[in-house]
Every structure is written in structure tokens, then in C-alpha cells.
């Protein structure tokens, strides 16, 4: 039996795109077994595309493959590869900075670029719009079905070469965080920051201490308020906001029920700062 | 071969949660057939979870596992459970009133609380929001693949004991029929009542006879007219409103090719009743 | 091994309406490879329903079998089907229109009306609205798994007696290209039309060659530009319109990097009408 094959990308699901790809992928191997990753990356969004993989890969099984597709330089000399993460997974995609999260947090072990002259679907060679149906589709399953090895993609390149995004880290200075809105815990509007658990945990702090959380946008204060910081939503009351390690181990803001991303109109990327001091307890 | 896997949550399919239960059940067991039931429950809305698994579970084939994760109460005492219906199929959920429909309407031959100590994703210990992954994608998982029987799910409950919405019921007074807008067809913005077409008939109606249709919200009127009994929707004109029995034979309400929740703003719940009377024929 | 199953439908995800379906068709054999086209089909649009088949069907292996469910005329006496296409594929539809662009683009070889008799699901006598559960995917579930034989699906009828809607062809008339809007690349707002690449390139042009674009809704001028043909999105700056041929080779209008429909106000259809023809060079 071959891998399974996991397909992200910002397609959507409203037209047939995604269902060529599948059908693509059944016909280089009818027995496949694909999955999706989400269709709803916001448009050209790479970024979140990052993120999305470093949200799941580490949930799936060594020698599954991924197939990324976020690409608003489709047509352009951007290369199309596939790396082999350091946990044995695959991940085709566009060389685009869509490898960004699982480079540093995850490990690549070796990269490969699509040799395009055998790993793209026969007779599409008049498309230049749909590389996901034409050449990610078609080589992700021709991997995981083993029809080609990982050394049959094409010419191998150097890691260090692959495109990245910038990335800001999170750091403590004078006993306050400094981090950044990295992503949306989308339908339930949570922040998602890049605090560690492991870096928070350096201010000494313990569950139900009280924290001074300020957002900014660029220089601009967004948010500023006191909140506690609980295991999970329970631990504040309904429409209350709260601190807490999110389901990936980093540092997470909350309203109980509620969307704190709709609430103050919070958005992510490196303009959108955080900053948390512990704030001294007050008598309830 | 196992069990097949349906899972229904308020997730959303936008960002990578539901993707990271499905490699979780597929680390369990990489041959794994899983599906979805919708994960687009309204965030928190248990009723709806509860009805959700009530209209689809009668269509799927004995001994299928369905987990279903809407939870606004992850990282409270409330329990994780798993049960058996009355046709040997299970359901793992947390226990909230997510059974509500399934136990009144299907029957739950056995239940047992989920032993976290056992049953739980390995060093997922520090998560305390994401139980969907954690606890019910892993244990429906084991399940469904046969890696645990019922049994070591963890300790028997009684059934009696697991948690149940209100649940009102339709009945008739004086030839006027009493029930609730339980629930919409969604896409198509038709109201699904809880009047049985058993009960329904009980006024010795016929396709075609004409009724007098009332909606309120608590005691306020807000909607009344007169509509026909018919087969489908086809058996009114466009833009017309209809009653007809819908596909889980209960009664519906209807516009042909309209929405009729959205053109007289109805909303569902034990706040929306319906009041349905024969009408006198009017010479057309 | 059966064939595999595509389900197309207007329903949405977000009740348990498809989920039903599928369990239908597992409850029929519980192998089955099921997977989805779209569900997001607008309401009632048989013609993105059968548009979407055209755009699919040749991607997918032969043998496989697709339901379509866009029924706005369940309950009628509209016909249900199976047709075999030119290249060994089956379709279940309600003879409504949804095969037009399959029997012109790709050919019908036979067509059999569904002996609802047999092929419908047992005790599913009373329900009349739910056709996609009770008759589509059970029909197309018996024939995926080879329950039975095309011809136990019900009588052949004459191919050309199928259901078909009016599809307008594009034509060239004094060097002006005339043809229709037909559809949108939904997530990005790109206008496909219905000129063909071969039909385009008899007006002997070349990539980088300029074009005046007109759109029109039934006689009024919707809008009127300039634009470069190029190979892809990235042939043109950001923001600006241009020219290419889509992954069907059919023309397509995009802005790079912008929806052309929502920023323009463009729909499809009959009435959705383009003018193309060649621009004299302005020096740049």
C-alpha cells in the first residue's frame, strides 16, 4: 500500500478544482488515500500556508505527503520542490516560502526540485494557470504511490536554499514578552501568538496568576487589559479574556465564548505585536 | 478490516484542527476509512450537534463509530463518554446533551465514561483545549480500528445518567397541532418541525387540503398564513409557501425555490413554536 | 475492487444532508471509495452543475461513477438517469439539464431512465424530497459496487432525448471575437469564457499582443479595456487585467493578484456577453 497523501491549498471548494486534482491523483493511482489539509488558506496567503503545515504534520504519520498549494507566482521561474522533513514526511509544494515553519521548527532533511519534463501530467503542456492539477498533484501522487522515489522528483538542492519567510521570535526583556500575533485560531477568533509555553514559563508564572496583555498594530496600542491565565476557556467566565497554552504548546488569548479577534478587530503578522507583564494581584 | 469513522464538529474546516484529528486516528491506524459528518455546527450549539447525529446515524451501516466534538465545556469536570445505540453503532462525545436526540429517538443500549489515563494522545499532557484531537479523534480511533473493544474504553455508566437537553414535544389540542421549529434545512432556509407525520395525520388530513399556519417567537406572532399539504415542493407555485412531510418524516415548512427562514427572519429552538389548524377550502 | 464514487450537489456542508448520502451508499457496501466534487453548487444552477462535470470528468479514471444533485424539480415528474460517457464514465442526475455540457464537450455513449422499482432505497417510500439520499446515492452506490450492471439500472432511452440547456457558442466575425461569460474561477474572480484557445488563435495572435475587451450584460457596455495576453497571472503587473488561456484552454479575463468579477461587477450566463479584438501597439 502506498503513503497517504494530504492536499492543502487556497482553492477553495466551491468550484472543481480541487476535485481535478483528486481525480489527477486516482488516475496516476486509483487506490490512493487523500486527504485535505484545508482549501481555505486566504488567497496567496503564504504565511498561513506555513503555518497550517506546521500546525498538522506533526499529527500525521511518518511518510505521509504533503501537497501545498499557494502560489501567486504560478507561471513565474519560482521553483516547485519537495523536501523530506526531518520526521519523514514529504511536502510538495511551490518554493515560495511556504516551507518556512517546517524548516525551523521541524527540520528539513533533503530538498528536491520538480524535473518538470517527467513529473507533470502528460498533455498539459499548453496550461500555464493550474501547476496544482498539472505538476503538484500529479508528482505528490506519483510519490506517495511509489510509482517514483524521492531521488526520481528531480535534482536535489541544497536546504539552506529554500525560500523563507521572515519569522520574528518571541524574547523577554526586563521580565516582559515581547511576541507576535502569529495566526487566528480562525472559528473561534483565538489569538495564536509565537510564545513558547517554554519561554513563558521563564517569567516564573503559575496557572490563575494575573497578566497585563497590550497588543499593538505597528506602533499603535490596539488592546490593553488585564487578564488571568488559566488552563482553558473554563477557567474565565463567559465573555471574559484570558492567557492560556493553546494546542500547540504556545501562548494563546481568549475570550470565553466569544472571538477576541472580532471583539478588538485583531489581525496577525509580523506588525501585530504582543506584550505581557505580570501584573501585580488585585483583591476580588 | 475496522469500523468506519464519521466525525461532526463546530471546528470549521479553515485552519488545520479537523486535519490534525484525521492524522491522529490515521497514526492510530494508517488504514483507517474516515468521513465527515459537517464540522460546521454553529460554535457551541449542542442542539444542533445532537440533531445533527439524530437525521444521518439511521443511514449508516451497523457498527460505524461517529465522534462528535462540540464542547464549550473542554477543560471542565463535564465527562467524555462513549455510547452504544440500540443499532450497534457508537458515538464518542463529550457528555453535554449531545446524546439528547440519539437516546430519546434511537435508543443507547450501553455507556461508559472515557479513562483519560489510558485513552488519551500520548504527551499531549499539557493540552487543555483541544480534546477533539487529544481524547475523542484518538479514542474513536482505537475503536474504530479495533485496537481497544467497547469494554476498555473505561467504566460503565448508567444510561439514565448521561446528560439530555429539554426536548419539547408536538401534540395535538382541540384539532390544533402543537409543535417547534427544531431545527433548518439549511441551505434551502426550510423549517423542520418536531410534529411526526404519524402524529400529523392523526387530523385526517390530505395532500392537497389547505391549513392555517401560525409561528411564534415565545408568545409573539410571527407569521400566519394559509398553505396547502403537499407531496414537494413542486406541488406549490414558485415564491409559494407549502407544508410537506421532509425527508426524516416529520413535518416541514416550506417556500418553493425560496427561503422561508430568511424571508420572515425564523429562527429554531424551544422559543419557536408552530400552531397548524385545518383551513375551510376557498373556491380557487 | 468497485469503481469510485463523486458526489456533486447543491446542498452544502453544513447539515447532515450529504453525510447521509454517503452513509447511504457505505450501507450499500461499506468499501466503497466515496469522494466529493463540490457541494456548493448555487441553489438550483444546473448549469455550474453541469459545467463542473466538464470541468472534472476528464481528470478522473475511467469507470469512475459521479452523482450530480441539483434538483430543483424534485417531486415532478422530471426523469432520473444514468448515462455512460465517451470515455467509460457514469453520471446519476436528474435529467434537468446537468448533462449539457458532458453529451456536446465529451459525448454520451448510452443513457438508462432509473427504475425507481429497484433502485431505490428500501422503505424510503414516503419521503419525497430527498431524492439525493433515497435515489441518487443509492443508485449510484449499486452501480459503483457492481450491485449491478448498467443495464439493471433501468430502460435505454435515446441519447438525444436527454435534457439540454441552451449553450451559446462563440464565433469570429470581421476579426472581433464574440462569446459568453460562462462561468467563474470562484475563489479568485477570473471570467472563463466560452472561446476556445483553438478558436482564439485563428485570429493568429501572439503572447504579448494587445486586446480591447469588452463585456456586456444583454446590450449594455459593462466594461471596456485594454489588455496583454500572456501565458499566466504574472505576465502582468499587479492589479492589472490581461488575457490567458484557463486550465481547460478555454480564454479566461483575470487581474493579477484581483477578482476581475467582484471588481467589475461581472455574473455569467446567456446574457453575459465579450467582445475581443486585437489592439493596435502603443508604444510603451
Known amino acids: ?10 482553492f477553495g471548494i466551491s468550484d472543481g478544482a480541487v476535485s481535478a486534482m483528486y481525480g489527477v491523483a486516482l488516475s496516476v493511482d ?12 486566504p ?34 521561474s519560482r521553483r516547485s520542490v519537495v523536501v523530506k522533513t526531518a520526521h519523514n514526511q514529504y511536502v510538495v509544494t511551490p518554493d515560495n516560502g511556504t516551507l518556512t515553519h517546517i524548516k525551523k521548527d521541524i527540520g528539513i532533511k533533503e530538498a528536491r526540485i520538480i524535473d518538470e519534463t517527467v513529473n507533470r501530467l502528460p498533455q498539459s503542456g499548453e496550461s500555464y494557470t493550474f501547476h496544482g492539477r498539472d505538476i503538484y498533484a500529479y508528482t505528490g501522487a506519483r510519490l506517495a504511490s511509489n510509482t517514483i522515489s524521492f531521488d526520481q522528483v528531480g535534482p536535489a538542492i541544497d536546504v539552506k536554499d529554500t525560500v523563507e519567510l521572515t519569522k520574528p521570535e518571541a524574547y523577554i526583556e526586563e521580565d516582559v514578552i515581547y ?16 510564545i513558547s509555553r517554554e519561554l513563558f514559563q521563564k517569567t516564573r508564572i503559575a496557572h490563575g496568576d494575573a497578566f497585563e496583555v497590550t497588543i499593538l498594530n505597528n506602533r499603535q496600542q490596539v488592546y490593553k487589559n488585564r487578564m488571568t491565565y488559566g488552563h482553558s476557556f473554563a477557567d474565565s467566565r463567559l465573555g471574559e479574556p484570558l492567557l492560556y497554552v493553546n494546542s ?17 478587530h ?17 483583591n476580588e
Open 1 to 10: 500500500m502506498g503513503r497517504n497523501l494530504v492536499i492543502q491549498t487556497d
Open 266 to 282: 485583531i489581525e496577525t503578522g509580523a506588525n501585530w505585536r504582543i506584550m505581557i507583564r505580570k501584573a501585580p494581584k488585585i
Open 179 to 194: 511576541g507576535n500575533i502569529d495566526i487566528l485560531d480562525v472559528r473561534f477568533g483565538n489569538l495564536w501568538t509565537n
Open 248 to 264: 500547540l504548546d504556545n501562548l494563546g488569548v481568549a475570550i470565553n465564548q466569544g472571538s477576541f479577534a472580532k471583539t478588538y
Open 43 to 76: 488567497q496567496y496567503n503564504i504565511w498561513e500556508a506555513s503555518y497550517r503545515l506546521y500546525q498538522t504534520l506533526p499529527y500525521w504519520p511518518e511518510e505521509t505527503v504533503f501537497i501545498s498549494v499557494v502560489d501567486p507566482g504560478v507561471g513565474t
Open 30 to 41: 486509483s487506490t490512493l488515500r487523500i486527504f485535505d489539509l484545508t482549501h481555505d488558506i
